[in-house]
């Protein structure tokens, strides 16, 4: 029986004459943690669109829980329990932590065309549902402290909670995390890989990672993806990646020597 959560295979993309993604394979079993690394313009931000809908690939399948969604919008993908988030910090500056969580969990209810009346009618009371969900992410993520304070006020760091917080709002089962420690300082970058890990443990949730951070993903990840020029050339545990003189040669370099025991 097949206990993937999220399955790409055989996955192949080209924007003209040029191959972005030439036969790359990944799985992502329930509650896993698997990363994805590479030099810049190795495939990593292609393969992300794909696995999040934005991409179609030339060649290929994407699944969720054997179901085929390599066609299938974004939305239709966010409903089998796929979230995401950017690289790009996109907060709204005067709504609080608390509201953001709100309306994630009001817009990923609403299947209708009127959805977006969430967001023009948020002044409304939450639900005592809504109010226990809020609760129990600002525990999760440790926002409780900054939970009123409006976007625009908050570090970096922080920023990125509530964007991982509003991903979570909508209880998917897996979740894309594209560059999370971007701009973040070592510190914040710890209390973000010691809440990630928290989430996958008490909720169960399974990560996808694109990150530069080399020591974060080694850190975090079950299974990590190594991508060159849109192929695979290395795939497997940390330790298998660490040891790799492939990965080594064409991404890790010294960073891996570094971060042996």
Do not use: C, W
Not at 8 to 24: K, M
């Amino acid at each position: 029986m097949n206990n993937q959560l999220l399955e790409a295979d055989s996955i192949t993309v080209r924007f003209g004459g040029v191959v972005a993604l030439n036969d790359v394979s990944i799985t992502v079993p329930e509650g896993g943690f698997v990363g994805l690394v590479g030099p810049n313009g190795a495939g990593k931000t292609t393969m992300f669109g794909v696995l999040s809908g934005l991409i179609r690939p030339n060649n290929g399948q994407v699944s969720i829980s054997g179901t085929n969604v390599t066609r299938a919008s974004p939305q239709r993908r966010s409903r089998l329990g796929v979230a995401r988030t950017f690289q790009r910090l996109e907060l709204f500056g005067e709504l609080t932590a608390r509201e953001h969580l709100v309306l994630a969990y009001r817009v990923s209810r609403r299947r209708d065309r009127y959805f977006f009346r969430d967001i023009t009618g948020f002044g409304s009371k939450p639900s005592p549902g809504e109010d226990e969900m809020v609760e129990g992410l600002l525990d999760l993520l440790t926002l409780r402290e900054v939970a009123d304070r409006p976007a625009i006020l908050l570090p970096l760091g922080v920023g990125r909670l509530v964007e991982v917080g509003r991903a979570l709002a909508g209880s998917p089962r897996i979740v894309l995390l594209d560059e999370p420690t971007s701009g973040l300082g070592s510190q914040e970058t710890e209390q973000l890989a010691a809440t990630l890990r928290a989430i996958r443990e008490k909720r169960n949730v399974a990560f996808v990672l694109v990150e530069h951070d080399v020591d974060l993903v080694l850190g975090l990840a079950d299974s990590i993806t190594v991508l060159d020029f849109g192929q695979v050339i290395a795939q497997g545990t940390p330790e298998f990646i660490r040891s790799s003189s492939k990965v080594q040669e064409a991404y890790l370099g010294t960073a891996a020597e570094k971060s042996s025991p």
